[in-house]
């Protein structure tokens, strides 16, 4: 079968929906790896397969021409919730011009599956969804819908639900994925932490046994942890790791394939213990391709791992702080020891590894304008050049959004709209009785134009251009910041 991997056109080009974490809008041009995940299952079963990506060009007539001119049997969307107009916008196109079926997975779908089936020509695949969409083809093509565990369908008119999937407890059964399908656009994927070009994205586990209770995880994770807390009373699914030797394999391959680095994108890479972490690298240390990933300062502790990643070729390491203050950290169920935050970045700091951090305002009632500006004060004065100041957003399904609901810290409308009301690094959905939405959207955009416009991290990014191509995108990005 022919089978189109699709990314409809945006209804603007500065609201794209970023799909890779799903909970913003697009700040820089990223691989959108679990379609590419799912591509290179489809080809493993002999099917033809072709990725469309039209957000560069927001061109709906180009995205008409190609489904008019050049139709699939099939097209698949991956669906996060701030995609959902956009890719029913799509889909409605397609079932009226063609007699192509839509398969629909990814967070939002597994969240709300009723929502995407517009016809009985549309399945959503929910949860962690490569062997699903795998097994719901091969129905397509045969017959035995029923037996597909993890699908949602119409029949007559009904929703249909079958038993959960769960997880895939042996990634290393995934193929590394059709990064092929892009060749043509990859060279626009960076990241500003990495001084280098193409970069990819690679996932070496899944889930994050954490409980933070505003977390939204990348969107992969995000739908297997949605549909697992669905069936098995609120738990979240387990952490599932791919060995050393499957990551180091597919790091050999994006090299060969002439990406120049890596950004992972596990919810929490330091996940399987020090000698986990040891073996990877260890691994890794041939093949020499320059990596980042996430990670909780309370992991970051040991010299020998962080000697370790940095001769594997880890580059920065982005640091889920979220707050200075540990009544705040408690309250939100970080489960960490802010006294531990200076020590993993003097430690990272040591070995030559990019601390970079992230902060968060509004997650906790018990945050005040001054927790804030004690967070801010603190966290600028620490030896780092890169910090993301963000506004909480409590996501529809996560224990924030329940809880926000439940107190009145949100409006409801504008939650029940968050595609037209989500901006996390401008807009606060959330206001306590003594912490008001305008206090809290002033505070993140005097926060990041206070740590980004100091002379010496001025210096520092400028110090990481080496082109036009790299100055053009230096300064996007960092527009979109701080503005």
């Known amino acids: 079968m022919k089978i189109g991997l699709i990314v409809p056109p945006a209804i603007s080009q500065d609201r794209i929906p970023e799909r890779v974490y799903g909970c913003t809008f697009t700040y820089y041009k990223q691989p959108q790896l679990p379609l590419l995940y799912v591509g290179a299952v489809l080809e493993r079963e002999g099917h033809q397969v072709v990725f469309r990506d039209f957000t560069d060009r927001n061109a709906w007539v180009e995205f008409v021409r190609s489904v008019d001119s050049e139709p699939c049997d099939i097209y698949v969307f991956h669906t996060v919730l701030l995609a959902e107009s956009v890719d029913l916008r799509a889909a409605r196109h ?34 962690e969804a490569e062997f699903i969409i795998r097994d719901l083809v091969r129905a397509l093509e045969r017959g035995g819908l029923d037996a597909v565990k993890g699908i949602s369908f119409l029949r007559t008119g009904q929703m249909v639900e079958t038993e959960s999937y769960g997880v895939i407890e042996d990634l290393d ?97 330091l996940f399987g213990g020090k000698k986990r972490v040891l073996d990877l690298c260890a691994s890794l240390e041939s093949v020499q391709l320059p990596f980042g990933g996430l990670a909780r300062c309370d992991l970051i502790l040991d010299d020998e791992m962080v000697s370790a990643l940095a001769r594997a070729g880890c580059k920065y390491m982005d640091l889920g702080i979220e707050s200075l203050d540990q009544k705040v950290l408690d309250n939100i169920k970080k489960d960490m020891d802010v006294s531990k935050v200076r020590t993993a970045i003097d430690l990272l700091n040591k070995y030559g590894i990019e601390p970079k951090a992230n902060i968060m305002f509004a997650a906790s009632p018990l945050e005040t304008p001054e927790t804030i500006a004690s967070t ?108």
């Open 94 to 127: 397609i079932l009226k011009h063609t007699t192509a079926k839509i398969i629909f997975f990814g967070p939002h779908p597994t969240l709300k599956p009723r929502n995407f089936l517009l016809s009985d020509r549309c399945y959503v695949a929910r949860g």
């Open 173 to 269: 059964s995934l193929p590394i994925p059709a990064r092929h399908l892009l060749e043509r656009g990859k060279d626009d994927f960076f990241n500003p932490k990495l001084p280098y070009r193409p970069v990819t994205l690679v996932l070496t586990s899944r889930g994050c046994r954490f409980r933070c209770y505003y977390c939204v995880p990348n969107a992969i994770s995000w739908a297997r942890e949605l549909e697992w807390k669905r069936f098995h009373h609120g738990a979240k699914p387990p952490v599932m790791l791919r060995s050393p030797g499957d990551i180091a394999a597919e790091f050999t391959a994006v090299k060969d394939q002439g990406y120049q680095a890596v950004s992972i994108l596990d919810d929490m890479f």
């Open 376 to 483: 801010v004060k603190k966290i600028s004065s620490y030896p780092i050049n890169y910090c993301m100041f963000l506004i909480a957003t409590p996501f529809p399904g996560t224990e924030f959004f329940a809880l926000a609901v439940k107190e009145g810290w949100v409006d409801e409308s504008e939650i029940s709209d968050l595609e037209k009301n989500l901006s996390p690094t401008s807009k606060s959905l959330i206001a306590y009785p003594h912490l008001r939405k305008k206090y809290v959207e002033a505070a993140v955009k005097k926060a990041n134009r206070t740590f980004y416009l100091h002379p010496k991290r001025i210096w520092f990014q400028l110090k990481q251009v080496r082109s036009f191509k790299v100055f053009r995108d230096l300064i996007r990005t960092g527009w979109k910041v701080i503005k």
